[in-house]
Structure formats: C-alpha cells, structure tokens
C-alpha cells in the first residue's frame, strides 16, 4: 500500500465556529494507480489534497487512526521532514497553471529549483541539462529556449506541462492532480491527461486525480470515490461507480451531465437541488438526505456508514443495479 | 527599450516648460522686489535703482522677460545670481551632490530598515511585531520633518553628545573635492594619504541625523506598502506551488514573494525621490547641509530671481531623470514589463 488513510478528521476553529471539513475519510493508493475523486466544489477534495502535502493551515486541526506513506506515518512529522517529502515523494499540480508559476522567474529556474532541493547528487551542468530534458518529455518544443521563459509568455497549456515537468521532476511514487484540466480550453484538457497518463504508465507512478468532471475520471480514473460535505459516500472502481452508481448522489451527478439521463433533444439538463450543506451546521444522519429523493424518516435519524464490500457505500437504501 | 527611453524624455519637454512658466510666475507674484533688497532697506536714489533694475533686465514687461530668460536656457546659460554673481548653473551642481547624497542615504536609510519591518510584520501578521511596527510607522509618518529634526539633534547631539549638530564634514579636515559626494570624496586615494580615515568618519556622522530625520516618513511609507504587498503575494498561487516542492519558509519569503512584492515598492521609491527633494529644503535648513534646499530657501529670501528660476527648473529635471530610472529598475524587477 503506497498510501493508507484511516479515519481521517479535519476540523477548524473558526471565529463562526467549528468547522468539520473532513469526516471520517478512509481510503488507500496502491502503486501505480490512479484514484479519482469526485464531488461538488467545497465537499472538501482540496483540503484533503493539502493534507496530504502537510500544507493545511496553523489553524487546522487533524487526527487519523492512521496516515501512512510506504508504511511510514505522516502525523508526526515535522516541517523539516515534510520539505523532504513534498516535492520529492509526494508532488503536486494545481488547477490554474498560469497564476501557480512564479511570474518574476524563468520557467528553467523554478524547475530547476526542486531538483536543486531533492536530487543532490547532480551538479549545477547536470541540473540544466535535466531540465532541458524534462521539459522535453512533457512534450514542450524547444525546450532550451522555453526554459529562458517567464510564465506570462507561456500559453495556459504550456505552463501546465512546465508544472508537471516540476511535479515529476525528482520521480514521485505519488501525484496530486488538484482539477488539473479545469482552468484550460478542451482541446487541450485531453492532451494533459494523456500526457499524465504516460507519464504515469512511464514511472509507475500512483495518482490522485481530483476534479468534479466525471467524464473525465471515468476515462482516466482505475478507482472513484465520490464525496460529500466531507465524507465519502461511494468508492469503487471506475466500470462499477460510473455503470452501476448505487449513491443517489452518485446518480445524480450523473444525470447532470449531458448526454446522460434524460437524453431527448433539449431537454434542460438535470440538476440536484438544493445546496451543500454548510459544514458549521451539518444535517442529521445522511449528509445527503435533505437533497436525496429517496430520503425516508431514518435517513435524517441516525447516519449510514461505507459498507465493507468492493463497492462501498454509504445509504440505506442504495439503488440497484442499472 | 530606446523607444521607450525617447518617450519619456519626450515627456520631459512639456514638464518643464510648464514648471519654467509656473517658477518665473510665482516668484514675481510674491511681494519683495530684488533691487531693493540689494540696494538696503533705507531706499536708494532712483537714479540708482533704474540702472540696477536696467542692468538685471528687470524693467522689460514680464513676458520678454520669461523669453529672454528662455533664449539663454537653450543655450545652456540660467543667469547669474544677482546676490552672489555666480552663475546658476555652477551654484547649482556645487551644491546639488550634497542634496543627492544625504537623499541617497536617507532612501537607503528607508529601504534597509522599512522593507524588513515590512516583511515582518506580514509575516507575524495580527501579532504584537505587526501592531508594535505598524503603530511605530504611523508615529513616522505622522512626524514633522522640522520637528524631528530638531528632537534628534536635542537627544543625540546636545544630550548624548555622540553626533555633531550641523554641518557636512568637520571644518579640521581640509578635503579636495572631486566628485562632491563627501562619501566617496574622503575615501579618494589622494585625500586618504594626506587626511586618514577620518575626513571619511566625521562624514558618516554628519550625516546620520539629516538621513533619519529626512527618511522617517518615506520609512513609514515602505513599511506599510512591504507589509500589504507582501500580504498580498503570500497568497497567491505560485507561494502554494513553491510550498509544495519542498522549499523552506524562509526560502519562500525571500526569494519568491519578495521578488514579487518589491514591484509596486519600487515604483513607491521612484514617488519618494520626489518628496525627498522637497524635504530637503527643511532638513538642509535644520542641519545647515550646504545642499541645494538650503540654497533655494536663501534665495527666495534675497528674491534672487534667475537662481529660483534656474535651480527649479533644475530640480524637476533631476526628479524627472530619476524616474526614468527607476522606470528602468521596475523593467528589470517585473519581467513583464520587458
């Protein structure tokens, strides 16, 4: 198991109030795997990200049964070892990759920079030319003039393939793709998550594929897992979330997006109503079950929890196949 | 990058017709009259005082005047002080090294103490550094140039006895000017043989209090601009990015966001300089500093016309010329504006 989560609980004291961001969450990466995560904006995919890089806030609260990397625990790290991991082990790309470059260096520079903190083995010469290659491999024309550039003269496309030549620099075992195709035009979406992908085949390398487009995990994805307001509420893999979703929720984002549920001509998409909750003030029971349209009176009582089989689940009353 | 030099000096041409218009105006306005000034009190004969008035130009309506004065500029001559009969010109770059170098030091003086209590206060932010530093630089700012200059001098110089009062160098020491900044004068080979290192010392301690004194507010001013910038950038994406390579906090802050948020403190230095100038004439007149504030201040009591006509002019072209520099150091800071 490359990754190991267990019961992880992330809570903020606010001036509001506490926030419970993260409940309960559970799951693991096997090497060379790609785990994809779904869900709504603030259903708390990024902060998990963050916690995983030990990147969360001062003001962030965090207990797990257990958060292992390779078997090794990640809470009781210090900062010191953490700037060990980050970067090296366990390295990340972000969703915007025109304002995640630093707009007052070259591209080369800031490439260059991790592998001057993780691979100290190589020599100023050596550093340069490995750059030049990386941002070969990534697939960037020109790469010796390219790594002269600022981030401002760089296209949305080509500064993200200058932050995945960054983020696979030093060879991680782990990457977080943090909605890595969100903030670009569509050609150029399915361009980066091939090129993730082979890198990925390349280096045997795990990843976390986060993002709220279900095209896309399920093109990409082995396994997903769906989450609301913090918890997950299905996990399983790509054929069995996406072909046979048993999670209202699941279903309905399905059907949201187009082409899927009701797919006569115009007809308005459908939607889920309602809003997340706000997590100060959660609901009762199922997270969902304000939204849900299966909700019954033991939906708002007492709260259901991940069954234990292959396609976890977490309703009482879980649709059926097909 | 020549076009863009071209532009602003362009820019330069118009400045200065309207401050030469502006300065040869407004002095004529003020009440006093020169020759009678220069002839004394008791009045003179007006036989007299038409030959004088002849002799200055001063009996030609306002306009020859301001053209007369316009003609001669263009080649290259601003008149002669009527008090000391020197040229403008020479008065004025005999003086103007004094003033750029007490406004030099007063800028580093700004930079080197602002920009780090900037830094940390943003960093220690809402904390005892950031109220204890930004409560501190309000006092700053709020602080008269005339005032302070005075408490400095009562508490260092009369109380401690550690600094001298007034003055730029110590009048045992005998300097051969070169340059004019006295910094650079003292250190000289030559001065160095006949004179030691002291020259150089008694230098650097006249000029501490003017350079406080002349720097609090524009202290102030980089304090508080650091500490938003600084704010600012520590949020932006690219600081998450560099947090998640691996980098140390410390790296992070003084490579990464410091780069970025020394961009719109530049331009603020650039805006300083001008305000500097403008000190100056307090300062100087404080610290009896032999530079060009001191100067203009005393001929605008003697209303010597072609030396307030001629050394305004020459201050807003050396303000102009700075910014222009700085427009040069905010190209090469902020890579987007190559």
Not at chain 1, 97 to 107: D, E, G, R, Y
Not at chain 1, 229 to 248: D, L, R, Y
Not at chain 2, 9 to 34: E, K, N, Q
Not at chain 2, 173 to 199: C, H, K, Q
Request: charged residues 20%.
């Amino acid at each position: 198991m490359l990754l190991d989560v267990k019961n992880l609980n992330l809570k903020f004291q606010t001036s509001k109030g506490v926030i419970h961001a993260i409940r309960d969450l559970s799951f693991n990466i096997k090497q060379g795997e790609t785990l994809g995560i779904v869900g709504e904006s603030g259903c708390g995919k990024s902060i998990t990200n963050l916690a995983l890089m030990g990147l969360l806030p001062d003001t962030a609260d965090l207990t797990a049964d257990k958060l292992e990397f390779e078997g090794s625990d990640l809470l009781s790290l210090k900062e010191k070892q953490w700037q060990k991991i980050r970067g090296a082990d366990i390295a990340m790309i972000f969703q915007d990759p025109m304002t995640a470059l630093n707009p007052c260096f070259t591209v080369g520079y800031q490439i260059e920079e991790t592998l001057e903190l993780h691979r100290k083995d190589l020599s100023k010469e050596e550093r340069k030319e490995f750059v030049f290659e990386l941002l070969d491999q990534v697939g960037i024309p020109a790469p010796r003039e390219r790594a002269k550039s600022y981030a401002h003269e760089l296209s949305g496309g080509m500064s993200q393939r200058v932050m995945i030549a960054q983020a696979i620099a030093c060879n991680p075992k782990l990457l977080i793709a943090d909605e890595p195709t969100t903030a670009l035009d569509v050609t150029i979406q399915d361009q980066i998550l091939k090129l993730l992908k082979d890198i990925q085949a390349k280096n045997n390398m795990a990843m976390i594929l986060v993002t709220h487009d279900l095209g896309v995990v399920s093109e990409n994805a082995d396994r997903i897992q769906v989450m609301y307001a913090g918890e997950v509420i299905e996990s399983g893999t790509s054929e069995e979330v996406i072909h046979s979703p048993k999670h209202p929720y699941t279903r309905g984002l399905l059907d949201s997006l187009p082409g899927n549920g009701d797919t006569s001509f115009r007809a308005p998409l459908s939607s889920i109503s309602g809003m997340v909750p706000d997590l100060r003030f959660r609901p009762s029971g199922c997270q969902f079950n304000p939204r849900c349209f299966k909700s019954k009176e033991e939906c708002s009582s007492s709260r259901p929890m991940l069954n234990q089989e292959d396609h976890q689940v977490s309703c009482f009353f879980p649709l059926s196949e097909g | 990058m020549l076009k863009f030099i071209l532009k602003k000096l362009l820019d330069l041409i118009p400045t200065l017709v309207g401050i030469s218009i502006l300065s040869f105006i407004l002095i004529r306005l003020v009440p006093g009259d020169p020759v009678m000034l220069m002839l004394g009190e008791r009045g003179a004969d007006p036989v007299v005082y038409a030959k004088m008035q002849k002799a200055l130009g001063l009996d030609l309506p306002m306009h020859e005047q301001y053209v007369t004065f316009v003609k001669k500029a263009f080649s290259g001559d601003l008149g002669t002080s009527i008090v000391s009969k020197r040229s403008v010109t020479s008065e004025f770059f005999a003086r103007f090294p004094a003033t750029l170098e007490l406004g030099l030091c007063a800028i580093a003086f700004a930079a080197i103490v602002g920009i780090p209590f900037g830094i940390l206060a943003a960093i220690k932010r809402n904390s005892f550094y950031d109220y204890f530093l930004m409560g501190g630089s309000l006092v700053g700012y709020s602080m008269p140039i005339f005032w302070w200059g005075l408490i400095l001098i009562l508490f260092f110089s009369v109380q401690l006895g550690i600094t001298p009062v007034s003055g730029r160098i110590s009048i045992m020491y005998d300097v051969e000017v070169v340059t004019g900044f006295m910094l650079i004068d003292t250190l000289l080979p030559r001065n160095l043989a006949s004179e030691g290192i002291g020259p150089f010392l008694s230098t650097l301690s006249h000029l501490i209090l003017p350079a406080i004194a002349m720097g609090t507010i524009p202290l102030a001013v980089m304090a508080r601009m650091t500490r938003s910038s600084m704010l600012e950038v520590l949020g932006e994406d690219y600081i998450r990015t560099a947090k998640a390579k691996g980098l140390p906090i410390k790296k992070i802050i003084a490579v990464h966001a410091l780069r970025n948020a020394l961009i719109p403190i530049v331009t603020v230095i650039g805006l300083i300089f001008g305000s500097i100038i403008t000190g100056a004439i307090l300062t100087e007149t404080i610290f009896s500093w032999p530079g060009i504030g001191k100067w203009l201040v005393a001929s605008i009591n003697a209303r010597d016309y072609p030396v307030i006509q001629g050394g305004v002019l020459f201050i807003a072209t050396m303000i102009v010329l700075i910014n222009l520099m700085v427009d040069f150091i905010y190209a090469i800071v902020n890579p987007k504006m190559r």
